[in-house]
């Protein structure tokens, strides 16, 4: 019989998978176990249309296994944003479910390459605080390939892929979870990878707008900027995705959380330097959560618990 207490969530990012096995009892969560793993290749398009590596990827899940509680059965999967499209519009206040919705479709006309049913679209409609003169409604499109492949991933394991997310929200809900006070005004969280930098907005708790900065901006690599550059190259990130939903200028972001593979004191010092509001610091995602662990498990987390907020929000 399947243990209901027992919750497990994974995230995939490039050729790392991250697991965190935790109990739920009476409404409080503890951490028991957390595993890192390595990938065979990374985890991303140009794997989908080949099916000799699923038993590869299931494969380390398995391994993973022996070392959780037998009685899990389920997981919670996270994916990395970039294998999705993400798509916000603002939209007056007082505007209808139906009309929502012919606008997303309208907005796929414009986006997609391939026939619209290849894909799978889900959005919600965030309504901002009055000083806001409008709202935002947010859509996610993901191609079902992607699903198909991740689904045939876990039908050679033990487990049954429960749910599929996006690690953007899953670490929205690490952040949530972890600092109370990201809950009031506007945030910026920023995923902080060697060539990738990835950003999201919230305001009141409510993810607002997101974007990302590719691997190169012009002609140079993300990875070999300076810190100084890459930290004005995200302020202007934030900037730019402020301006998207607040066109009056009177809001301000007053807390910038980092996460990701490649976060760092240099970087968080040189992003200190720029600010005129904003705080910065290392989302933790750990904070509020009750966790036995062993040695390993805790020499895991100790210098770098941001990497794990992505897994840690499958289990919220």
Same mark, same amino acid.
């Given at each position: 019989m399947e243990n209901e207490s027992l919750k497990l969530g994974i995230? @995939? *990012?490039?050729d790392k998978v991250r697991?965190?096995?935790?109990?739920?009892?009476?409404? @409080? *969560?503890?951490?028991?176990?957390?595993?890192?793993?390595?990938?065979?290749v990374p985890l991303d398009f140009n794997v989908l249309g080949n099916s000799d590596q699923i038993p590869q990827f299931a494969d380390v899940i398995d391994k993973t296994l022996d070392n959780l509680h037998s009685d899990v059965q389920t997981a919670r999967v996270a994916v990395d944003r970039k294998l999705a499209i993400k798509k916000t519009f603002?939209?007056?206040k007082d505007l209808q479910d139906q009309e929502i919705r012919s606008q997303i479709e309208w907005e796929l006309e414009q986006l997609l390459i391939a026939p619209r049913d290849e894909y799978n679209v889900g959005y919600e409609h965030v309504q901002l605080p009055h000083q806001f003169e409008k709202d935002i409604v947010v859509f996610v499109i993901v191609r079902k390939a992607l699903v198909e492949y991740i689904q045939n991933i876990f039908r050679k394991t033990r487990l049954r892929l429960e749910i599929l997310d996006i690690d953007l929200f899953s670490s929205i809900r690490s952040l949530l979870n972890s600092t109370h006070d990201a809950a009031n005004g506007a945030k910026a969280l920023i995923?902080?990878?060697?060539?990738?930098?990835?950003?999201?907005l919230l305001v009141d708790g409510n993810y607002a707008v997101s974007s990302e900065l590719p691997s190169k901006v012009g002609d140079e690599p993300i990875e070999d900027m300076d810190m100084a550059e890459r930290a004005g190259r995200m302020q202007n990130e934030i900037e730019t995705m402020l301006q998207k939903i607040d066109q009056t200028g009177t809001i301000n972001v007053d807390h910038i959380y980092l996460t990701g593979e490649a976060c760092s004191d240099e970087l968080t010092e040189e992003l200190v330097k720029i600010q005129n509001r904003a705080a910065v610091s290392y989302v933790n995602p750990f904070q509020n959560i009750h966790r036995q662990l062993n040695i390993e498990a805790e020499m895991l987390i100790e210098k770098h618990p941001e990497r794990f907020a992505s897994a840690v929000g499958m289990v919220l």
């Open positions: 995230s @995939f *990012l490039h697991f965190i096995e935790a109990e739920e009892l009476s409404g @409080f *969560l503890n951490i028991m176990s957390i595993v890192e793993g390595q990938l065979p603002a939209v007056d995923d902080v990878n060697n060539n990738h930098l990835g950003f999201s």
